[in-house]
Each structure stands twice: as C-alpha cells, then as structure tokens.
C-alpha cells in the first residue's frame, strides 16, 4: 500500500508558474514509475506527464509540452511538476499516481495508486 500526498497548487495569473509535489509514503519510491494527470469540471481525467523510476525518461501530453516539466528525487520519495506559462485551460485538479510500469503516455488503467489531488487556478 502506498500513499501518495500532492501539494503546491493555488492560485496564479496566466503566464505564472507553480511547482507541485507529490511524496510518497514507501521506501520502495524508487522502484515506481510516476505520473501527473489532471481533471477539470466536467472534464475526464487526463494524462499530464509521466517519468520512469530512475528519471531517465519522460513524455509529456501535447498541450503541455515545453511549458512543464516532471522530475523526482528519489531520496526524498519525492515527485514534482514545474508549470510555466501557465494557461486558464491548466486549471484542474492535478493528481499523481503510480504506474505498474513505465509508459509514455499512460492511462488511468495502469495506475495502482493516487493521491488525493491539489488544485490549480489559473485566472486570465
């Protein structure tokens, strides 16, 4: 059993940045591939960015490409999404989760586990 606890979010303009964080509670953190998805109102869940156990790869959904960035510290079992360029369509719920394993673009039916999630308000 793992659990997974987001933080970061609030309120920003568009154009500003945040960076989320997602730590976990195990001590097998680094054997776990990660991803970010988020859900707005209304809207299903969706895939965000993904990132392996090691770091060593990453992908990102389209609309977010080159504007955020997923990476993890292992020691600190500990993975974060830096938004830049932050839009009013990034509004959402952001959650993590943890992959049974490594896919580019995973969707939710290779997710173990989530956290509870932490909103994001982008205001134009």
């Known amino acids: 059993q793992v659990q997974l606890v987001e933080s970061g979010g609030g309120l920003v303009q568009a154009g500003g940045s945040l960076r989320l964080s997602c730590a976990a509670s195990?001590?097998?953190?680094?054997?776990?591939?990660m991803a970010w998805f988020r859900q707005a109102p209304g809207k299903e869940r969706e895939f965000v960015a993904t990132?392996?156990?090691?770091?060593?790869?990453?992908n990102y959904a389209d609309s977010v490409k080159g504007r955020f960035t997923i990476s993890r510290d292992n020691a600190k079992n500990t993975v974060y999404l830096q938004m830049n360029s932050l839009k009013p369509e990034d509004t959402a719920v952001y959650y993590c989760?943890?992959?049974?394993?490594?896919?580019?673009?995973?969707?939710?039916?290779?997710?173990?586990?989530w956290g509870q999630g932490t909103q994001v308000t982008v205001s134009s």
């Open positions: 989760a943890v992959l049974r394993y490594y896919s580019g673009r995973p969707d939710i039916s290779i997710c173990n586990y």
């Open positions: 195990g001590r097998t953190f680094s054997t776990y591939a």
């Open positions: 990132i392996s156990r090691s770091g060593g790869n990453t």
